[in-house]
């Protein structure tokens, strides 16, 4: 799947290697702003306070 | 006939074969999804075991700095170093107004957690207080120095690691709290490991709800186990002395202050 991707990147080699780069650095920042604070906040696994659990 | 049959025999053959690239290909998807799937649980369990802490220490770290460099011990020929009271033997404890939420109501030092541990207090408990700006005071319990109960929450785990050392605490350690008006010291008591549904570790007198408080208590709660949220360890303080801010920092942790003043 990710090589099919890769392929249907366009450009020669060194532009599909900066764009899975910027692709990829694209998916971190997605994750650290959303996908983890929300998964932090359903398994509440480091709830500190008494009575808001 | 014989080419007939061999024209099936390979049409047979053929379709044979894409079936199985098919189902070798949906294989290959699957498997590649579900590496994905453990590339990024992974990645999740360094994001809360590292990253929250370095986050949260650069935010915490300059909201500190900020706090004791606002605050700053008024010039000795300053009206307002000679607070009333001063004078007349053991001053009354101030108690400051509750700030709106998210606001800075001061900072912790808490000197057996490490001698330049610092933590800013911040008014609310709700998890954007929680995670990046410190130590949350629970809305509705008393503020520093008032009788009754003054009561915050921190991360043990992640996101600063705020309260990680709270079981090292020793009866007799001394916990300093900077307001606006001054320093509050406490005093160490004990700690107990509860549920976490048991609010009345907020009561004004701790695990007495409706009783009329006599002491003035400080209770930080955090998450126990480390690395788990099964139950909430809880240490409670005795309110033990008040300085203004003109009286300068108590001497424990004088040097500390100086290095966040930018003097040292």
Request: with cysteine; charged share 15%.
């Amino acid at each position: 799947m990710y090589l099919w991707l890769f392929r249907q990147l366009p450009g020669p080699l060194w532009l599909k290697i900066l764009l899975s780069v910027v692709i990829l650095a694209g998916a971190l920042v997605v994750l650290d702003q959303f996908v983890f604070p929300w998964m932090a906040e359903v398994t509440h696994l480091t709830d500190a306070t008494v009575g808001q659990s | 006939m014989t080419k007939v049959l061999n024209r099936r025999a390979t049409v047979a053959r053929e379709t044979k074969r894409t079936r199985r690239r098919r189902s070798l290909l949906a294989v290959q998807v699957v498997g590649e999804l579900l590496i994905t799937l453990g590339v990024i649980a992974v990645l999740f369990v360094a994001w809360q075991l590292w990253w929250t802490n370095v986050e949260a220490d650069a935010a915490q770290g300059a909201a500190v700095k900020q706090f004791v460099q606002e605050h700053q011990a008024p010039a000795p020929n300053d009206p307002a170093a000679t607070a009333p009271g001063d004078t007349k033997g053991a001053p009354a404890v101030p108690v400051g107004k509750v700030p709106g939420h998210g606001q800075a109501i001061g900072v912790i030092y808490i000197p057996r957690f490490g001698a330049d541990y610092s933590r800013p207090i911040i008014e609310g408990t709700s998890q954007d207080v929680l995670d990046t700006l410190g130590l949350g005071r629970y809305a509705g319990t008393a503020m520093p120095g008032a009788m009754g109960n003054f009561a915050v929450a921190g991360h043990r785990q992640t996101h600063g690691a705020v309260l990680d050392n709270i079981h090292t605490l020793v009866p007799g350690d001394k916990i300093y709290v900077q307001t606006a008006d001054g320093f509050y010291t406490y005093v160490f008591r004990n700690q107990e490991i509860v549920l976490p549904d048991r609010t009345d570790v907020l009561a004004p007198v701790p695990t007495q709800p409706g009783a009329e408080p006599q002491q003035r208590i400080l209770t930080m709660t955090s998450c126990n186990p480390r690395f788990g949220a099964q139950e909430r360890i809880i240490a409670y303080s005795i309110f033990d002395s008040w300085q203004p801010l003109s009286a300068g920092p108590p001497a424990p942790i004088a040097k500390q202050l100086a290095a966040l003043q930018g003097k040292g």
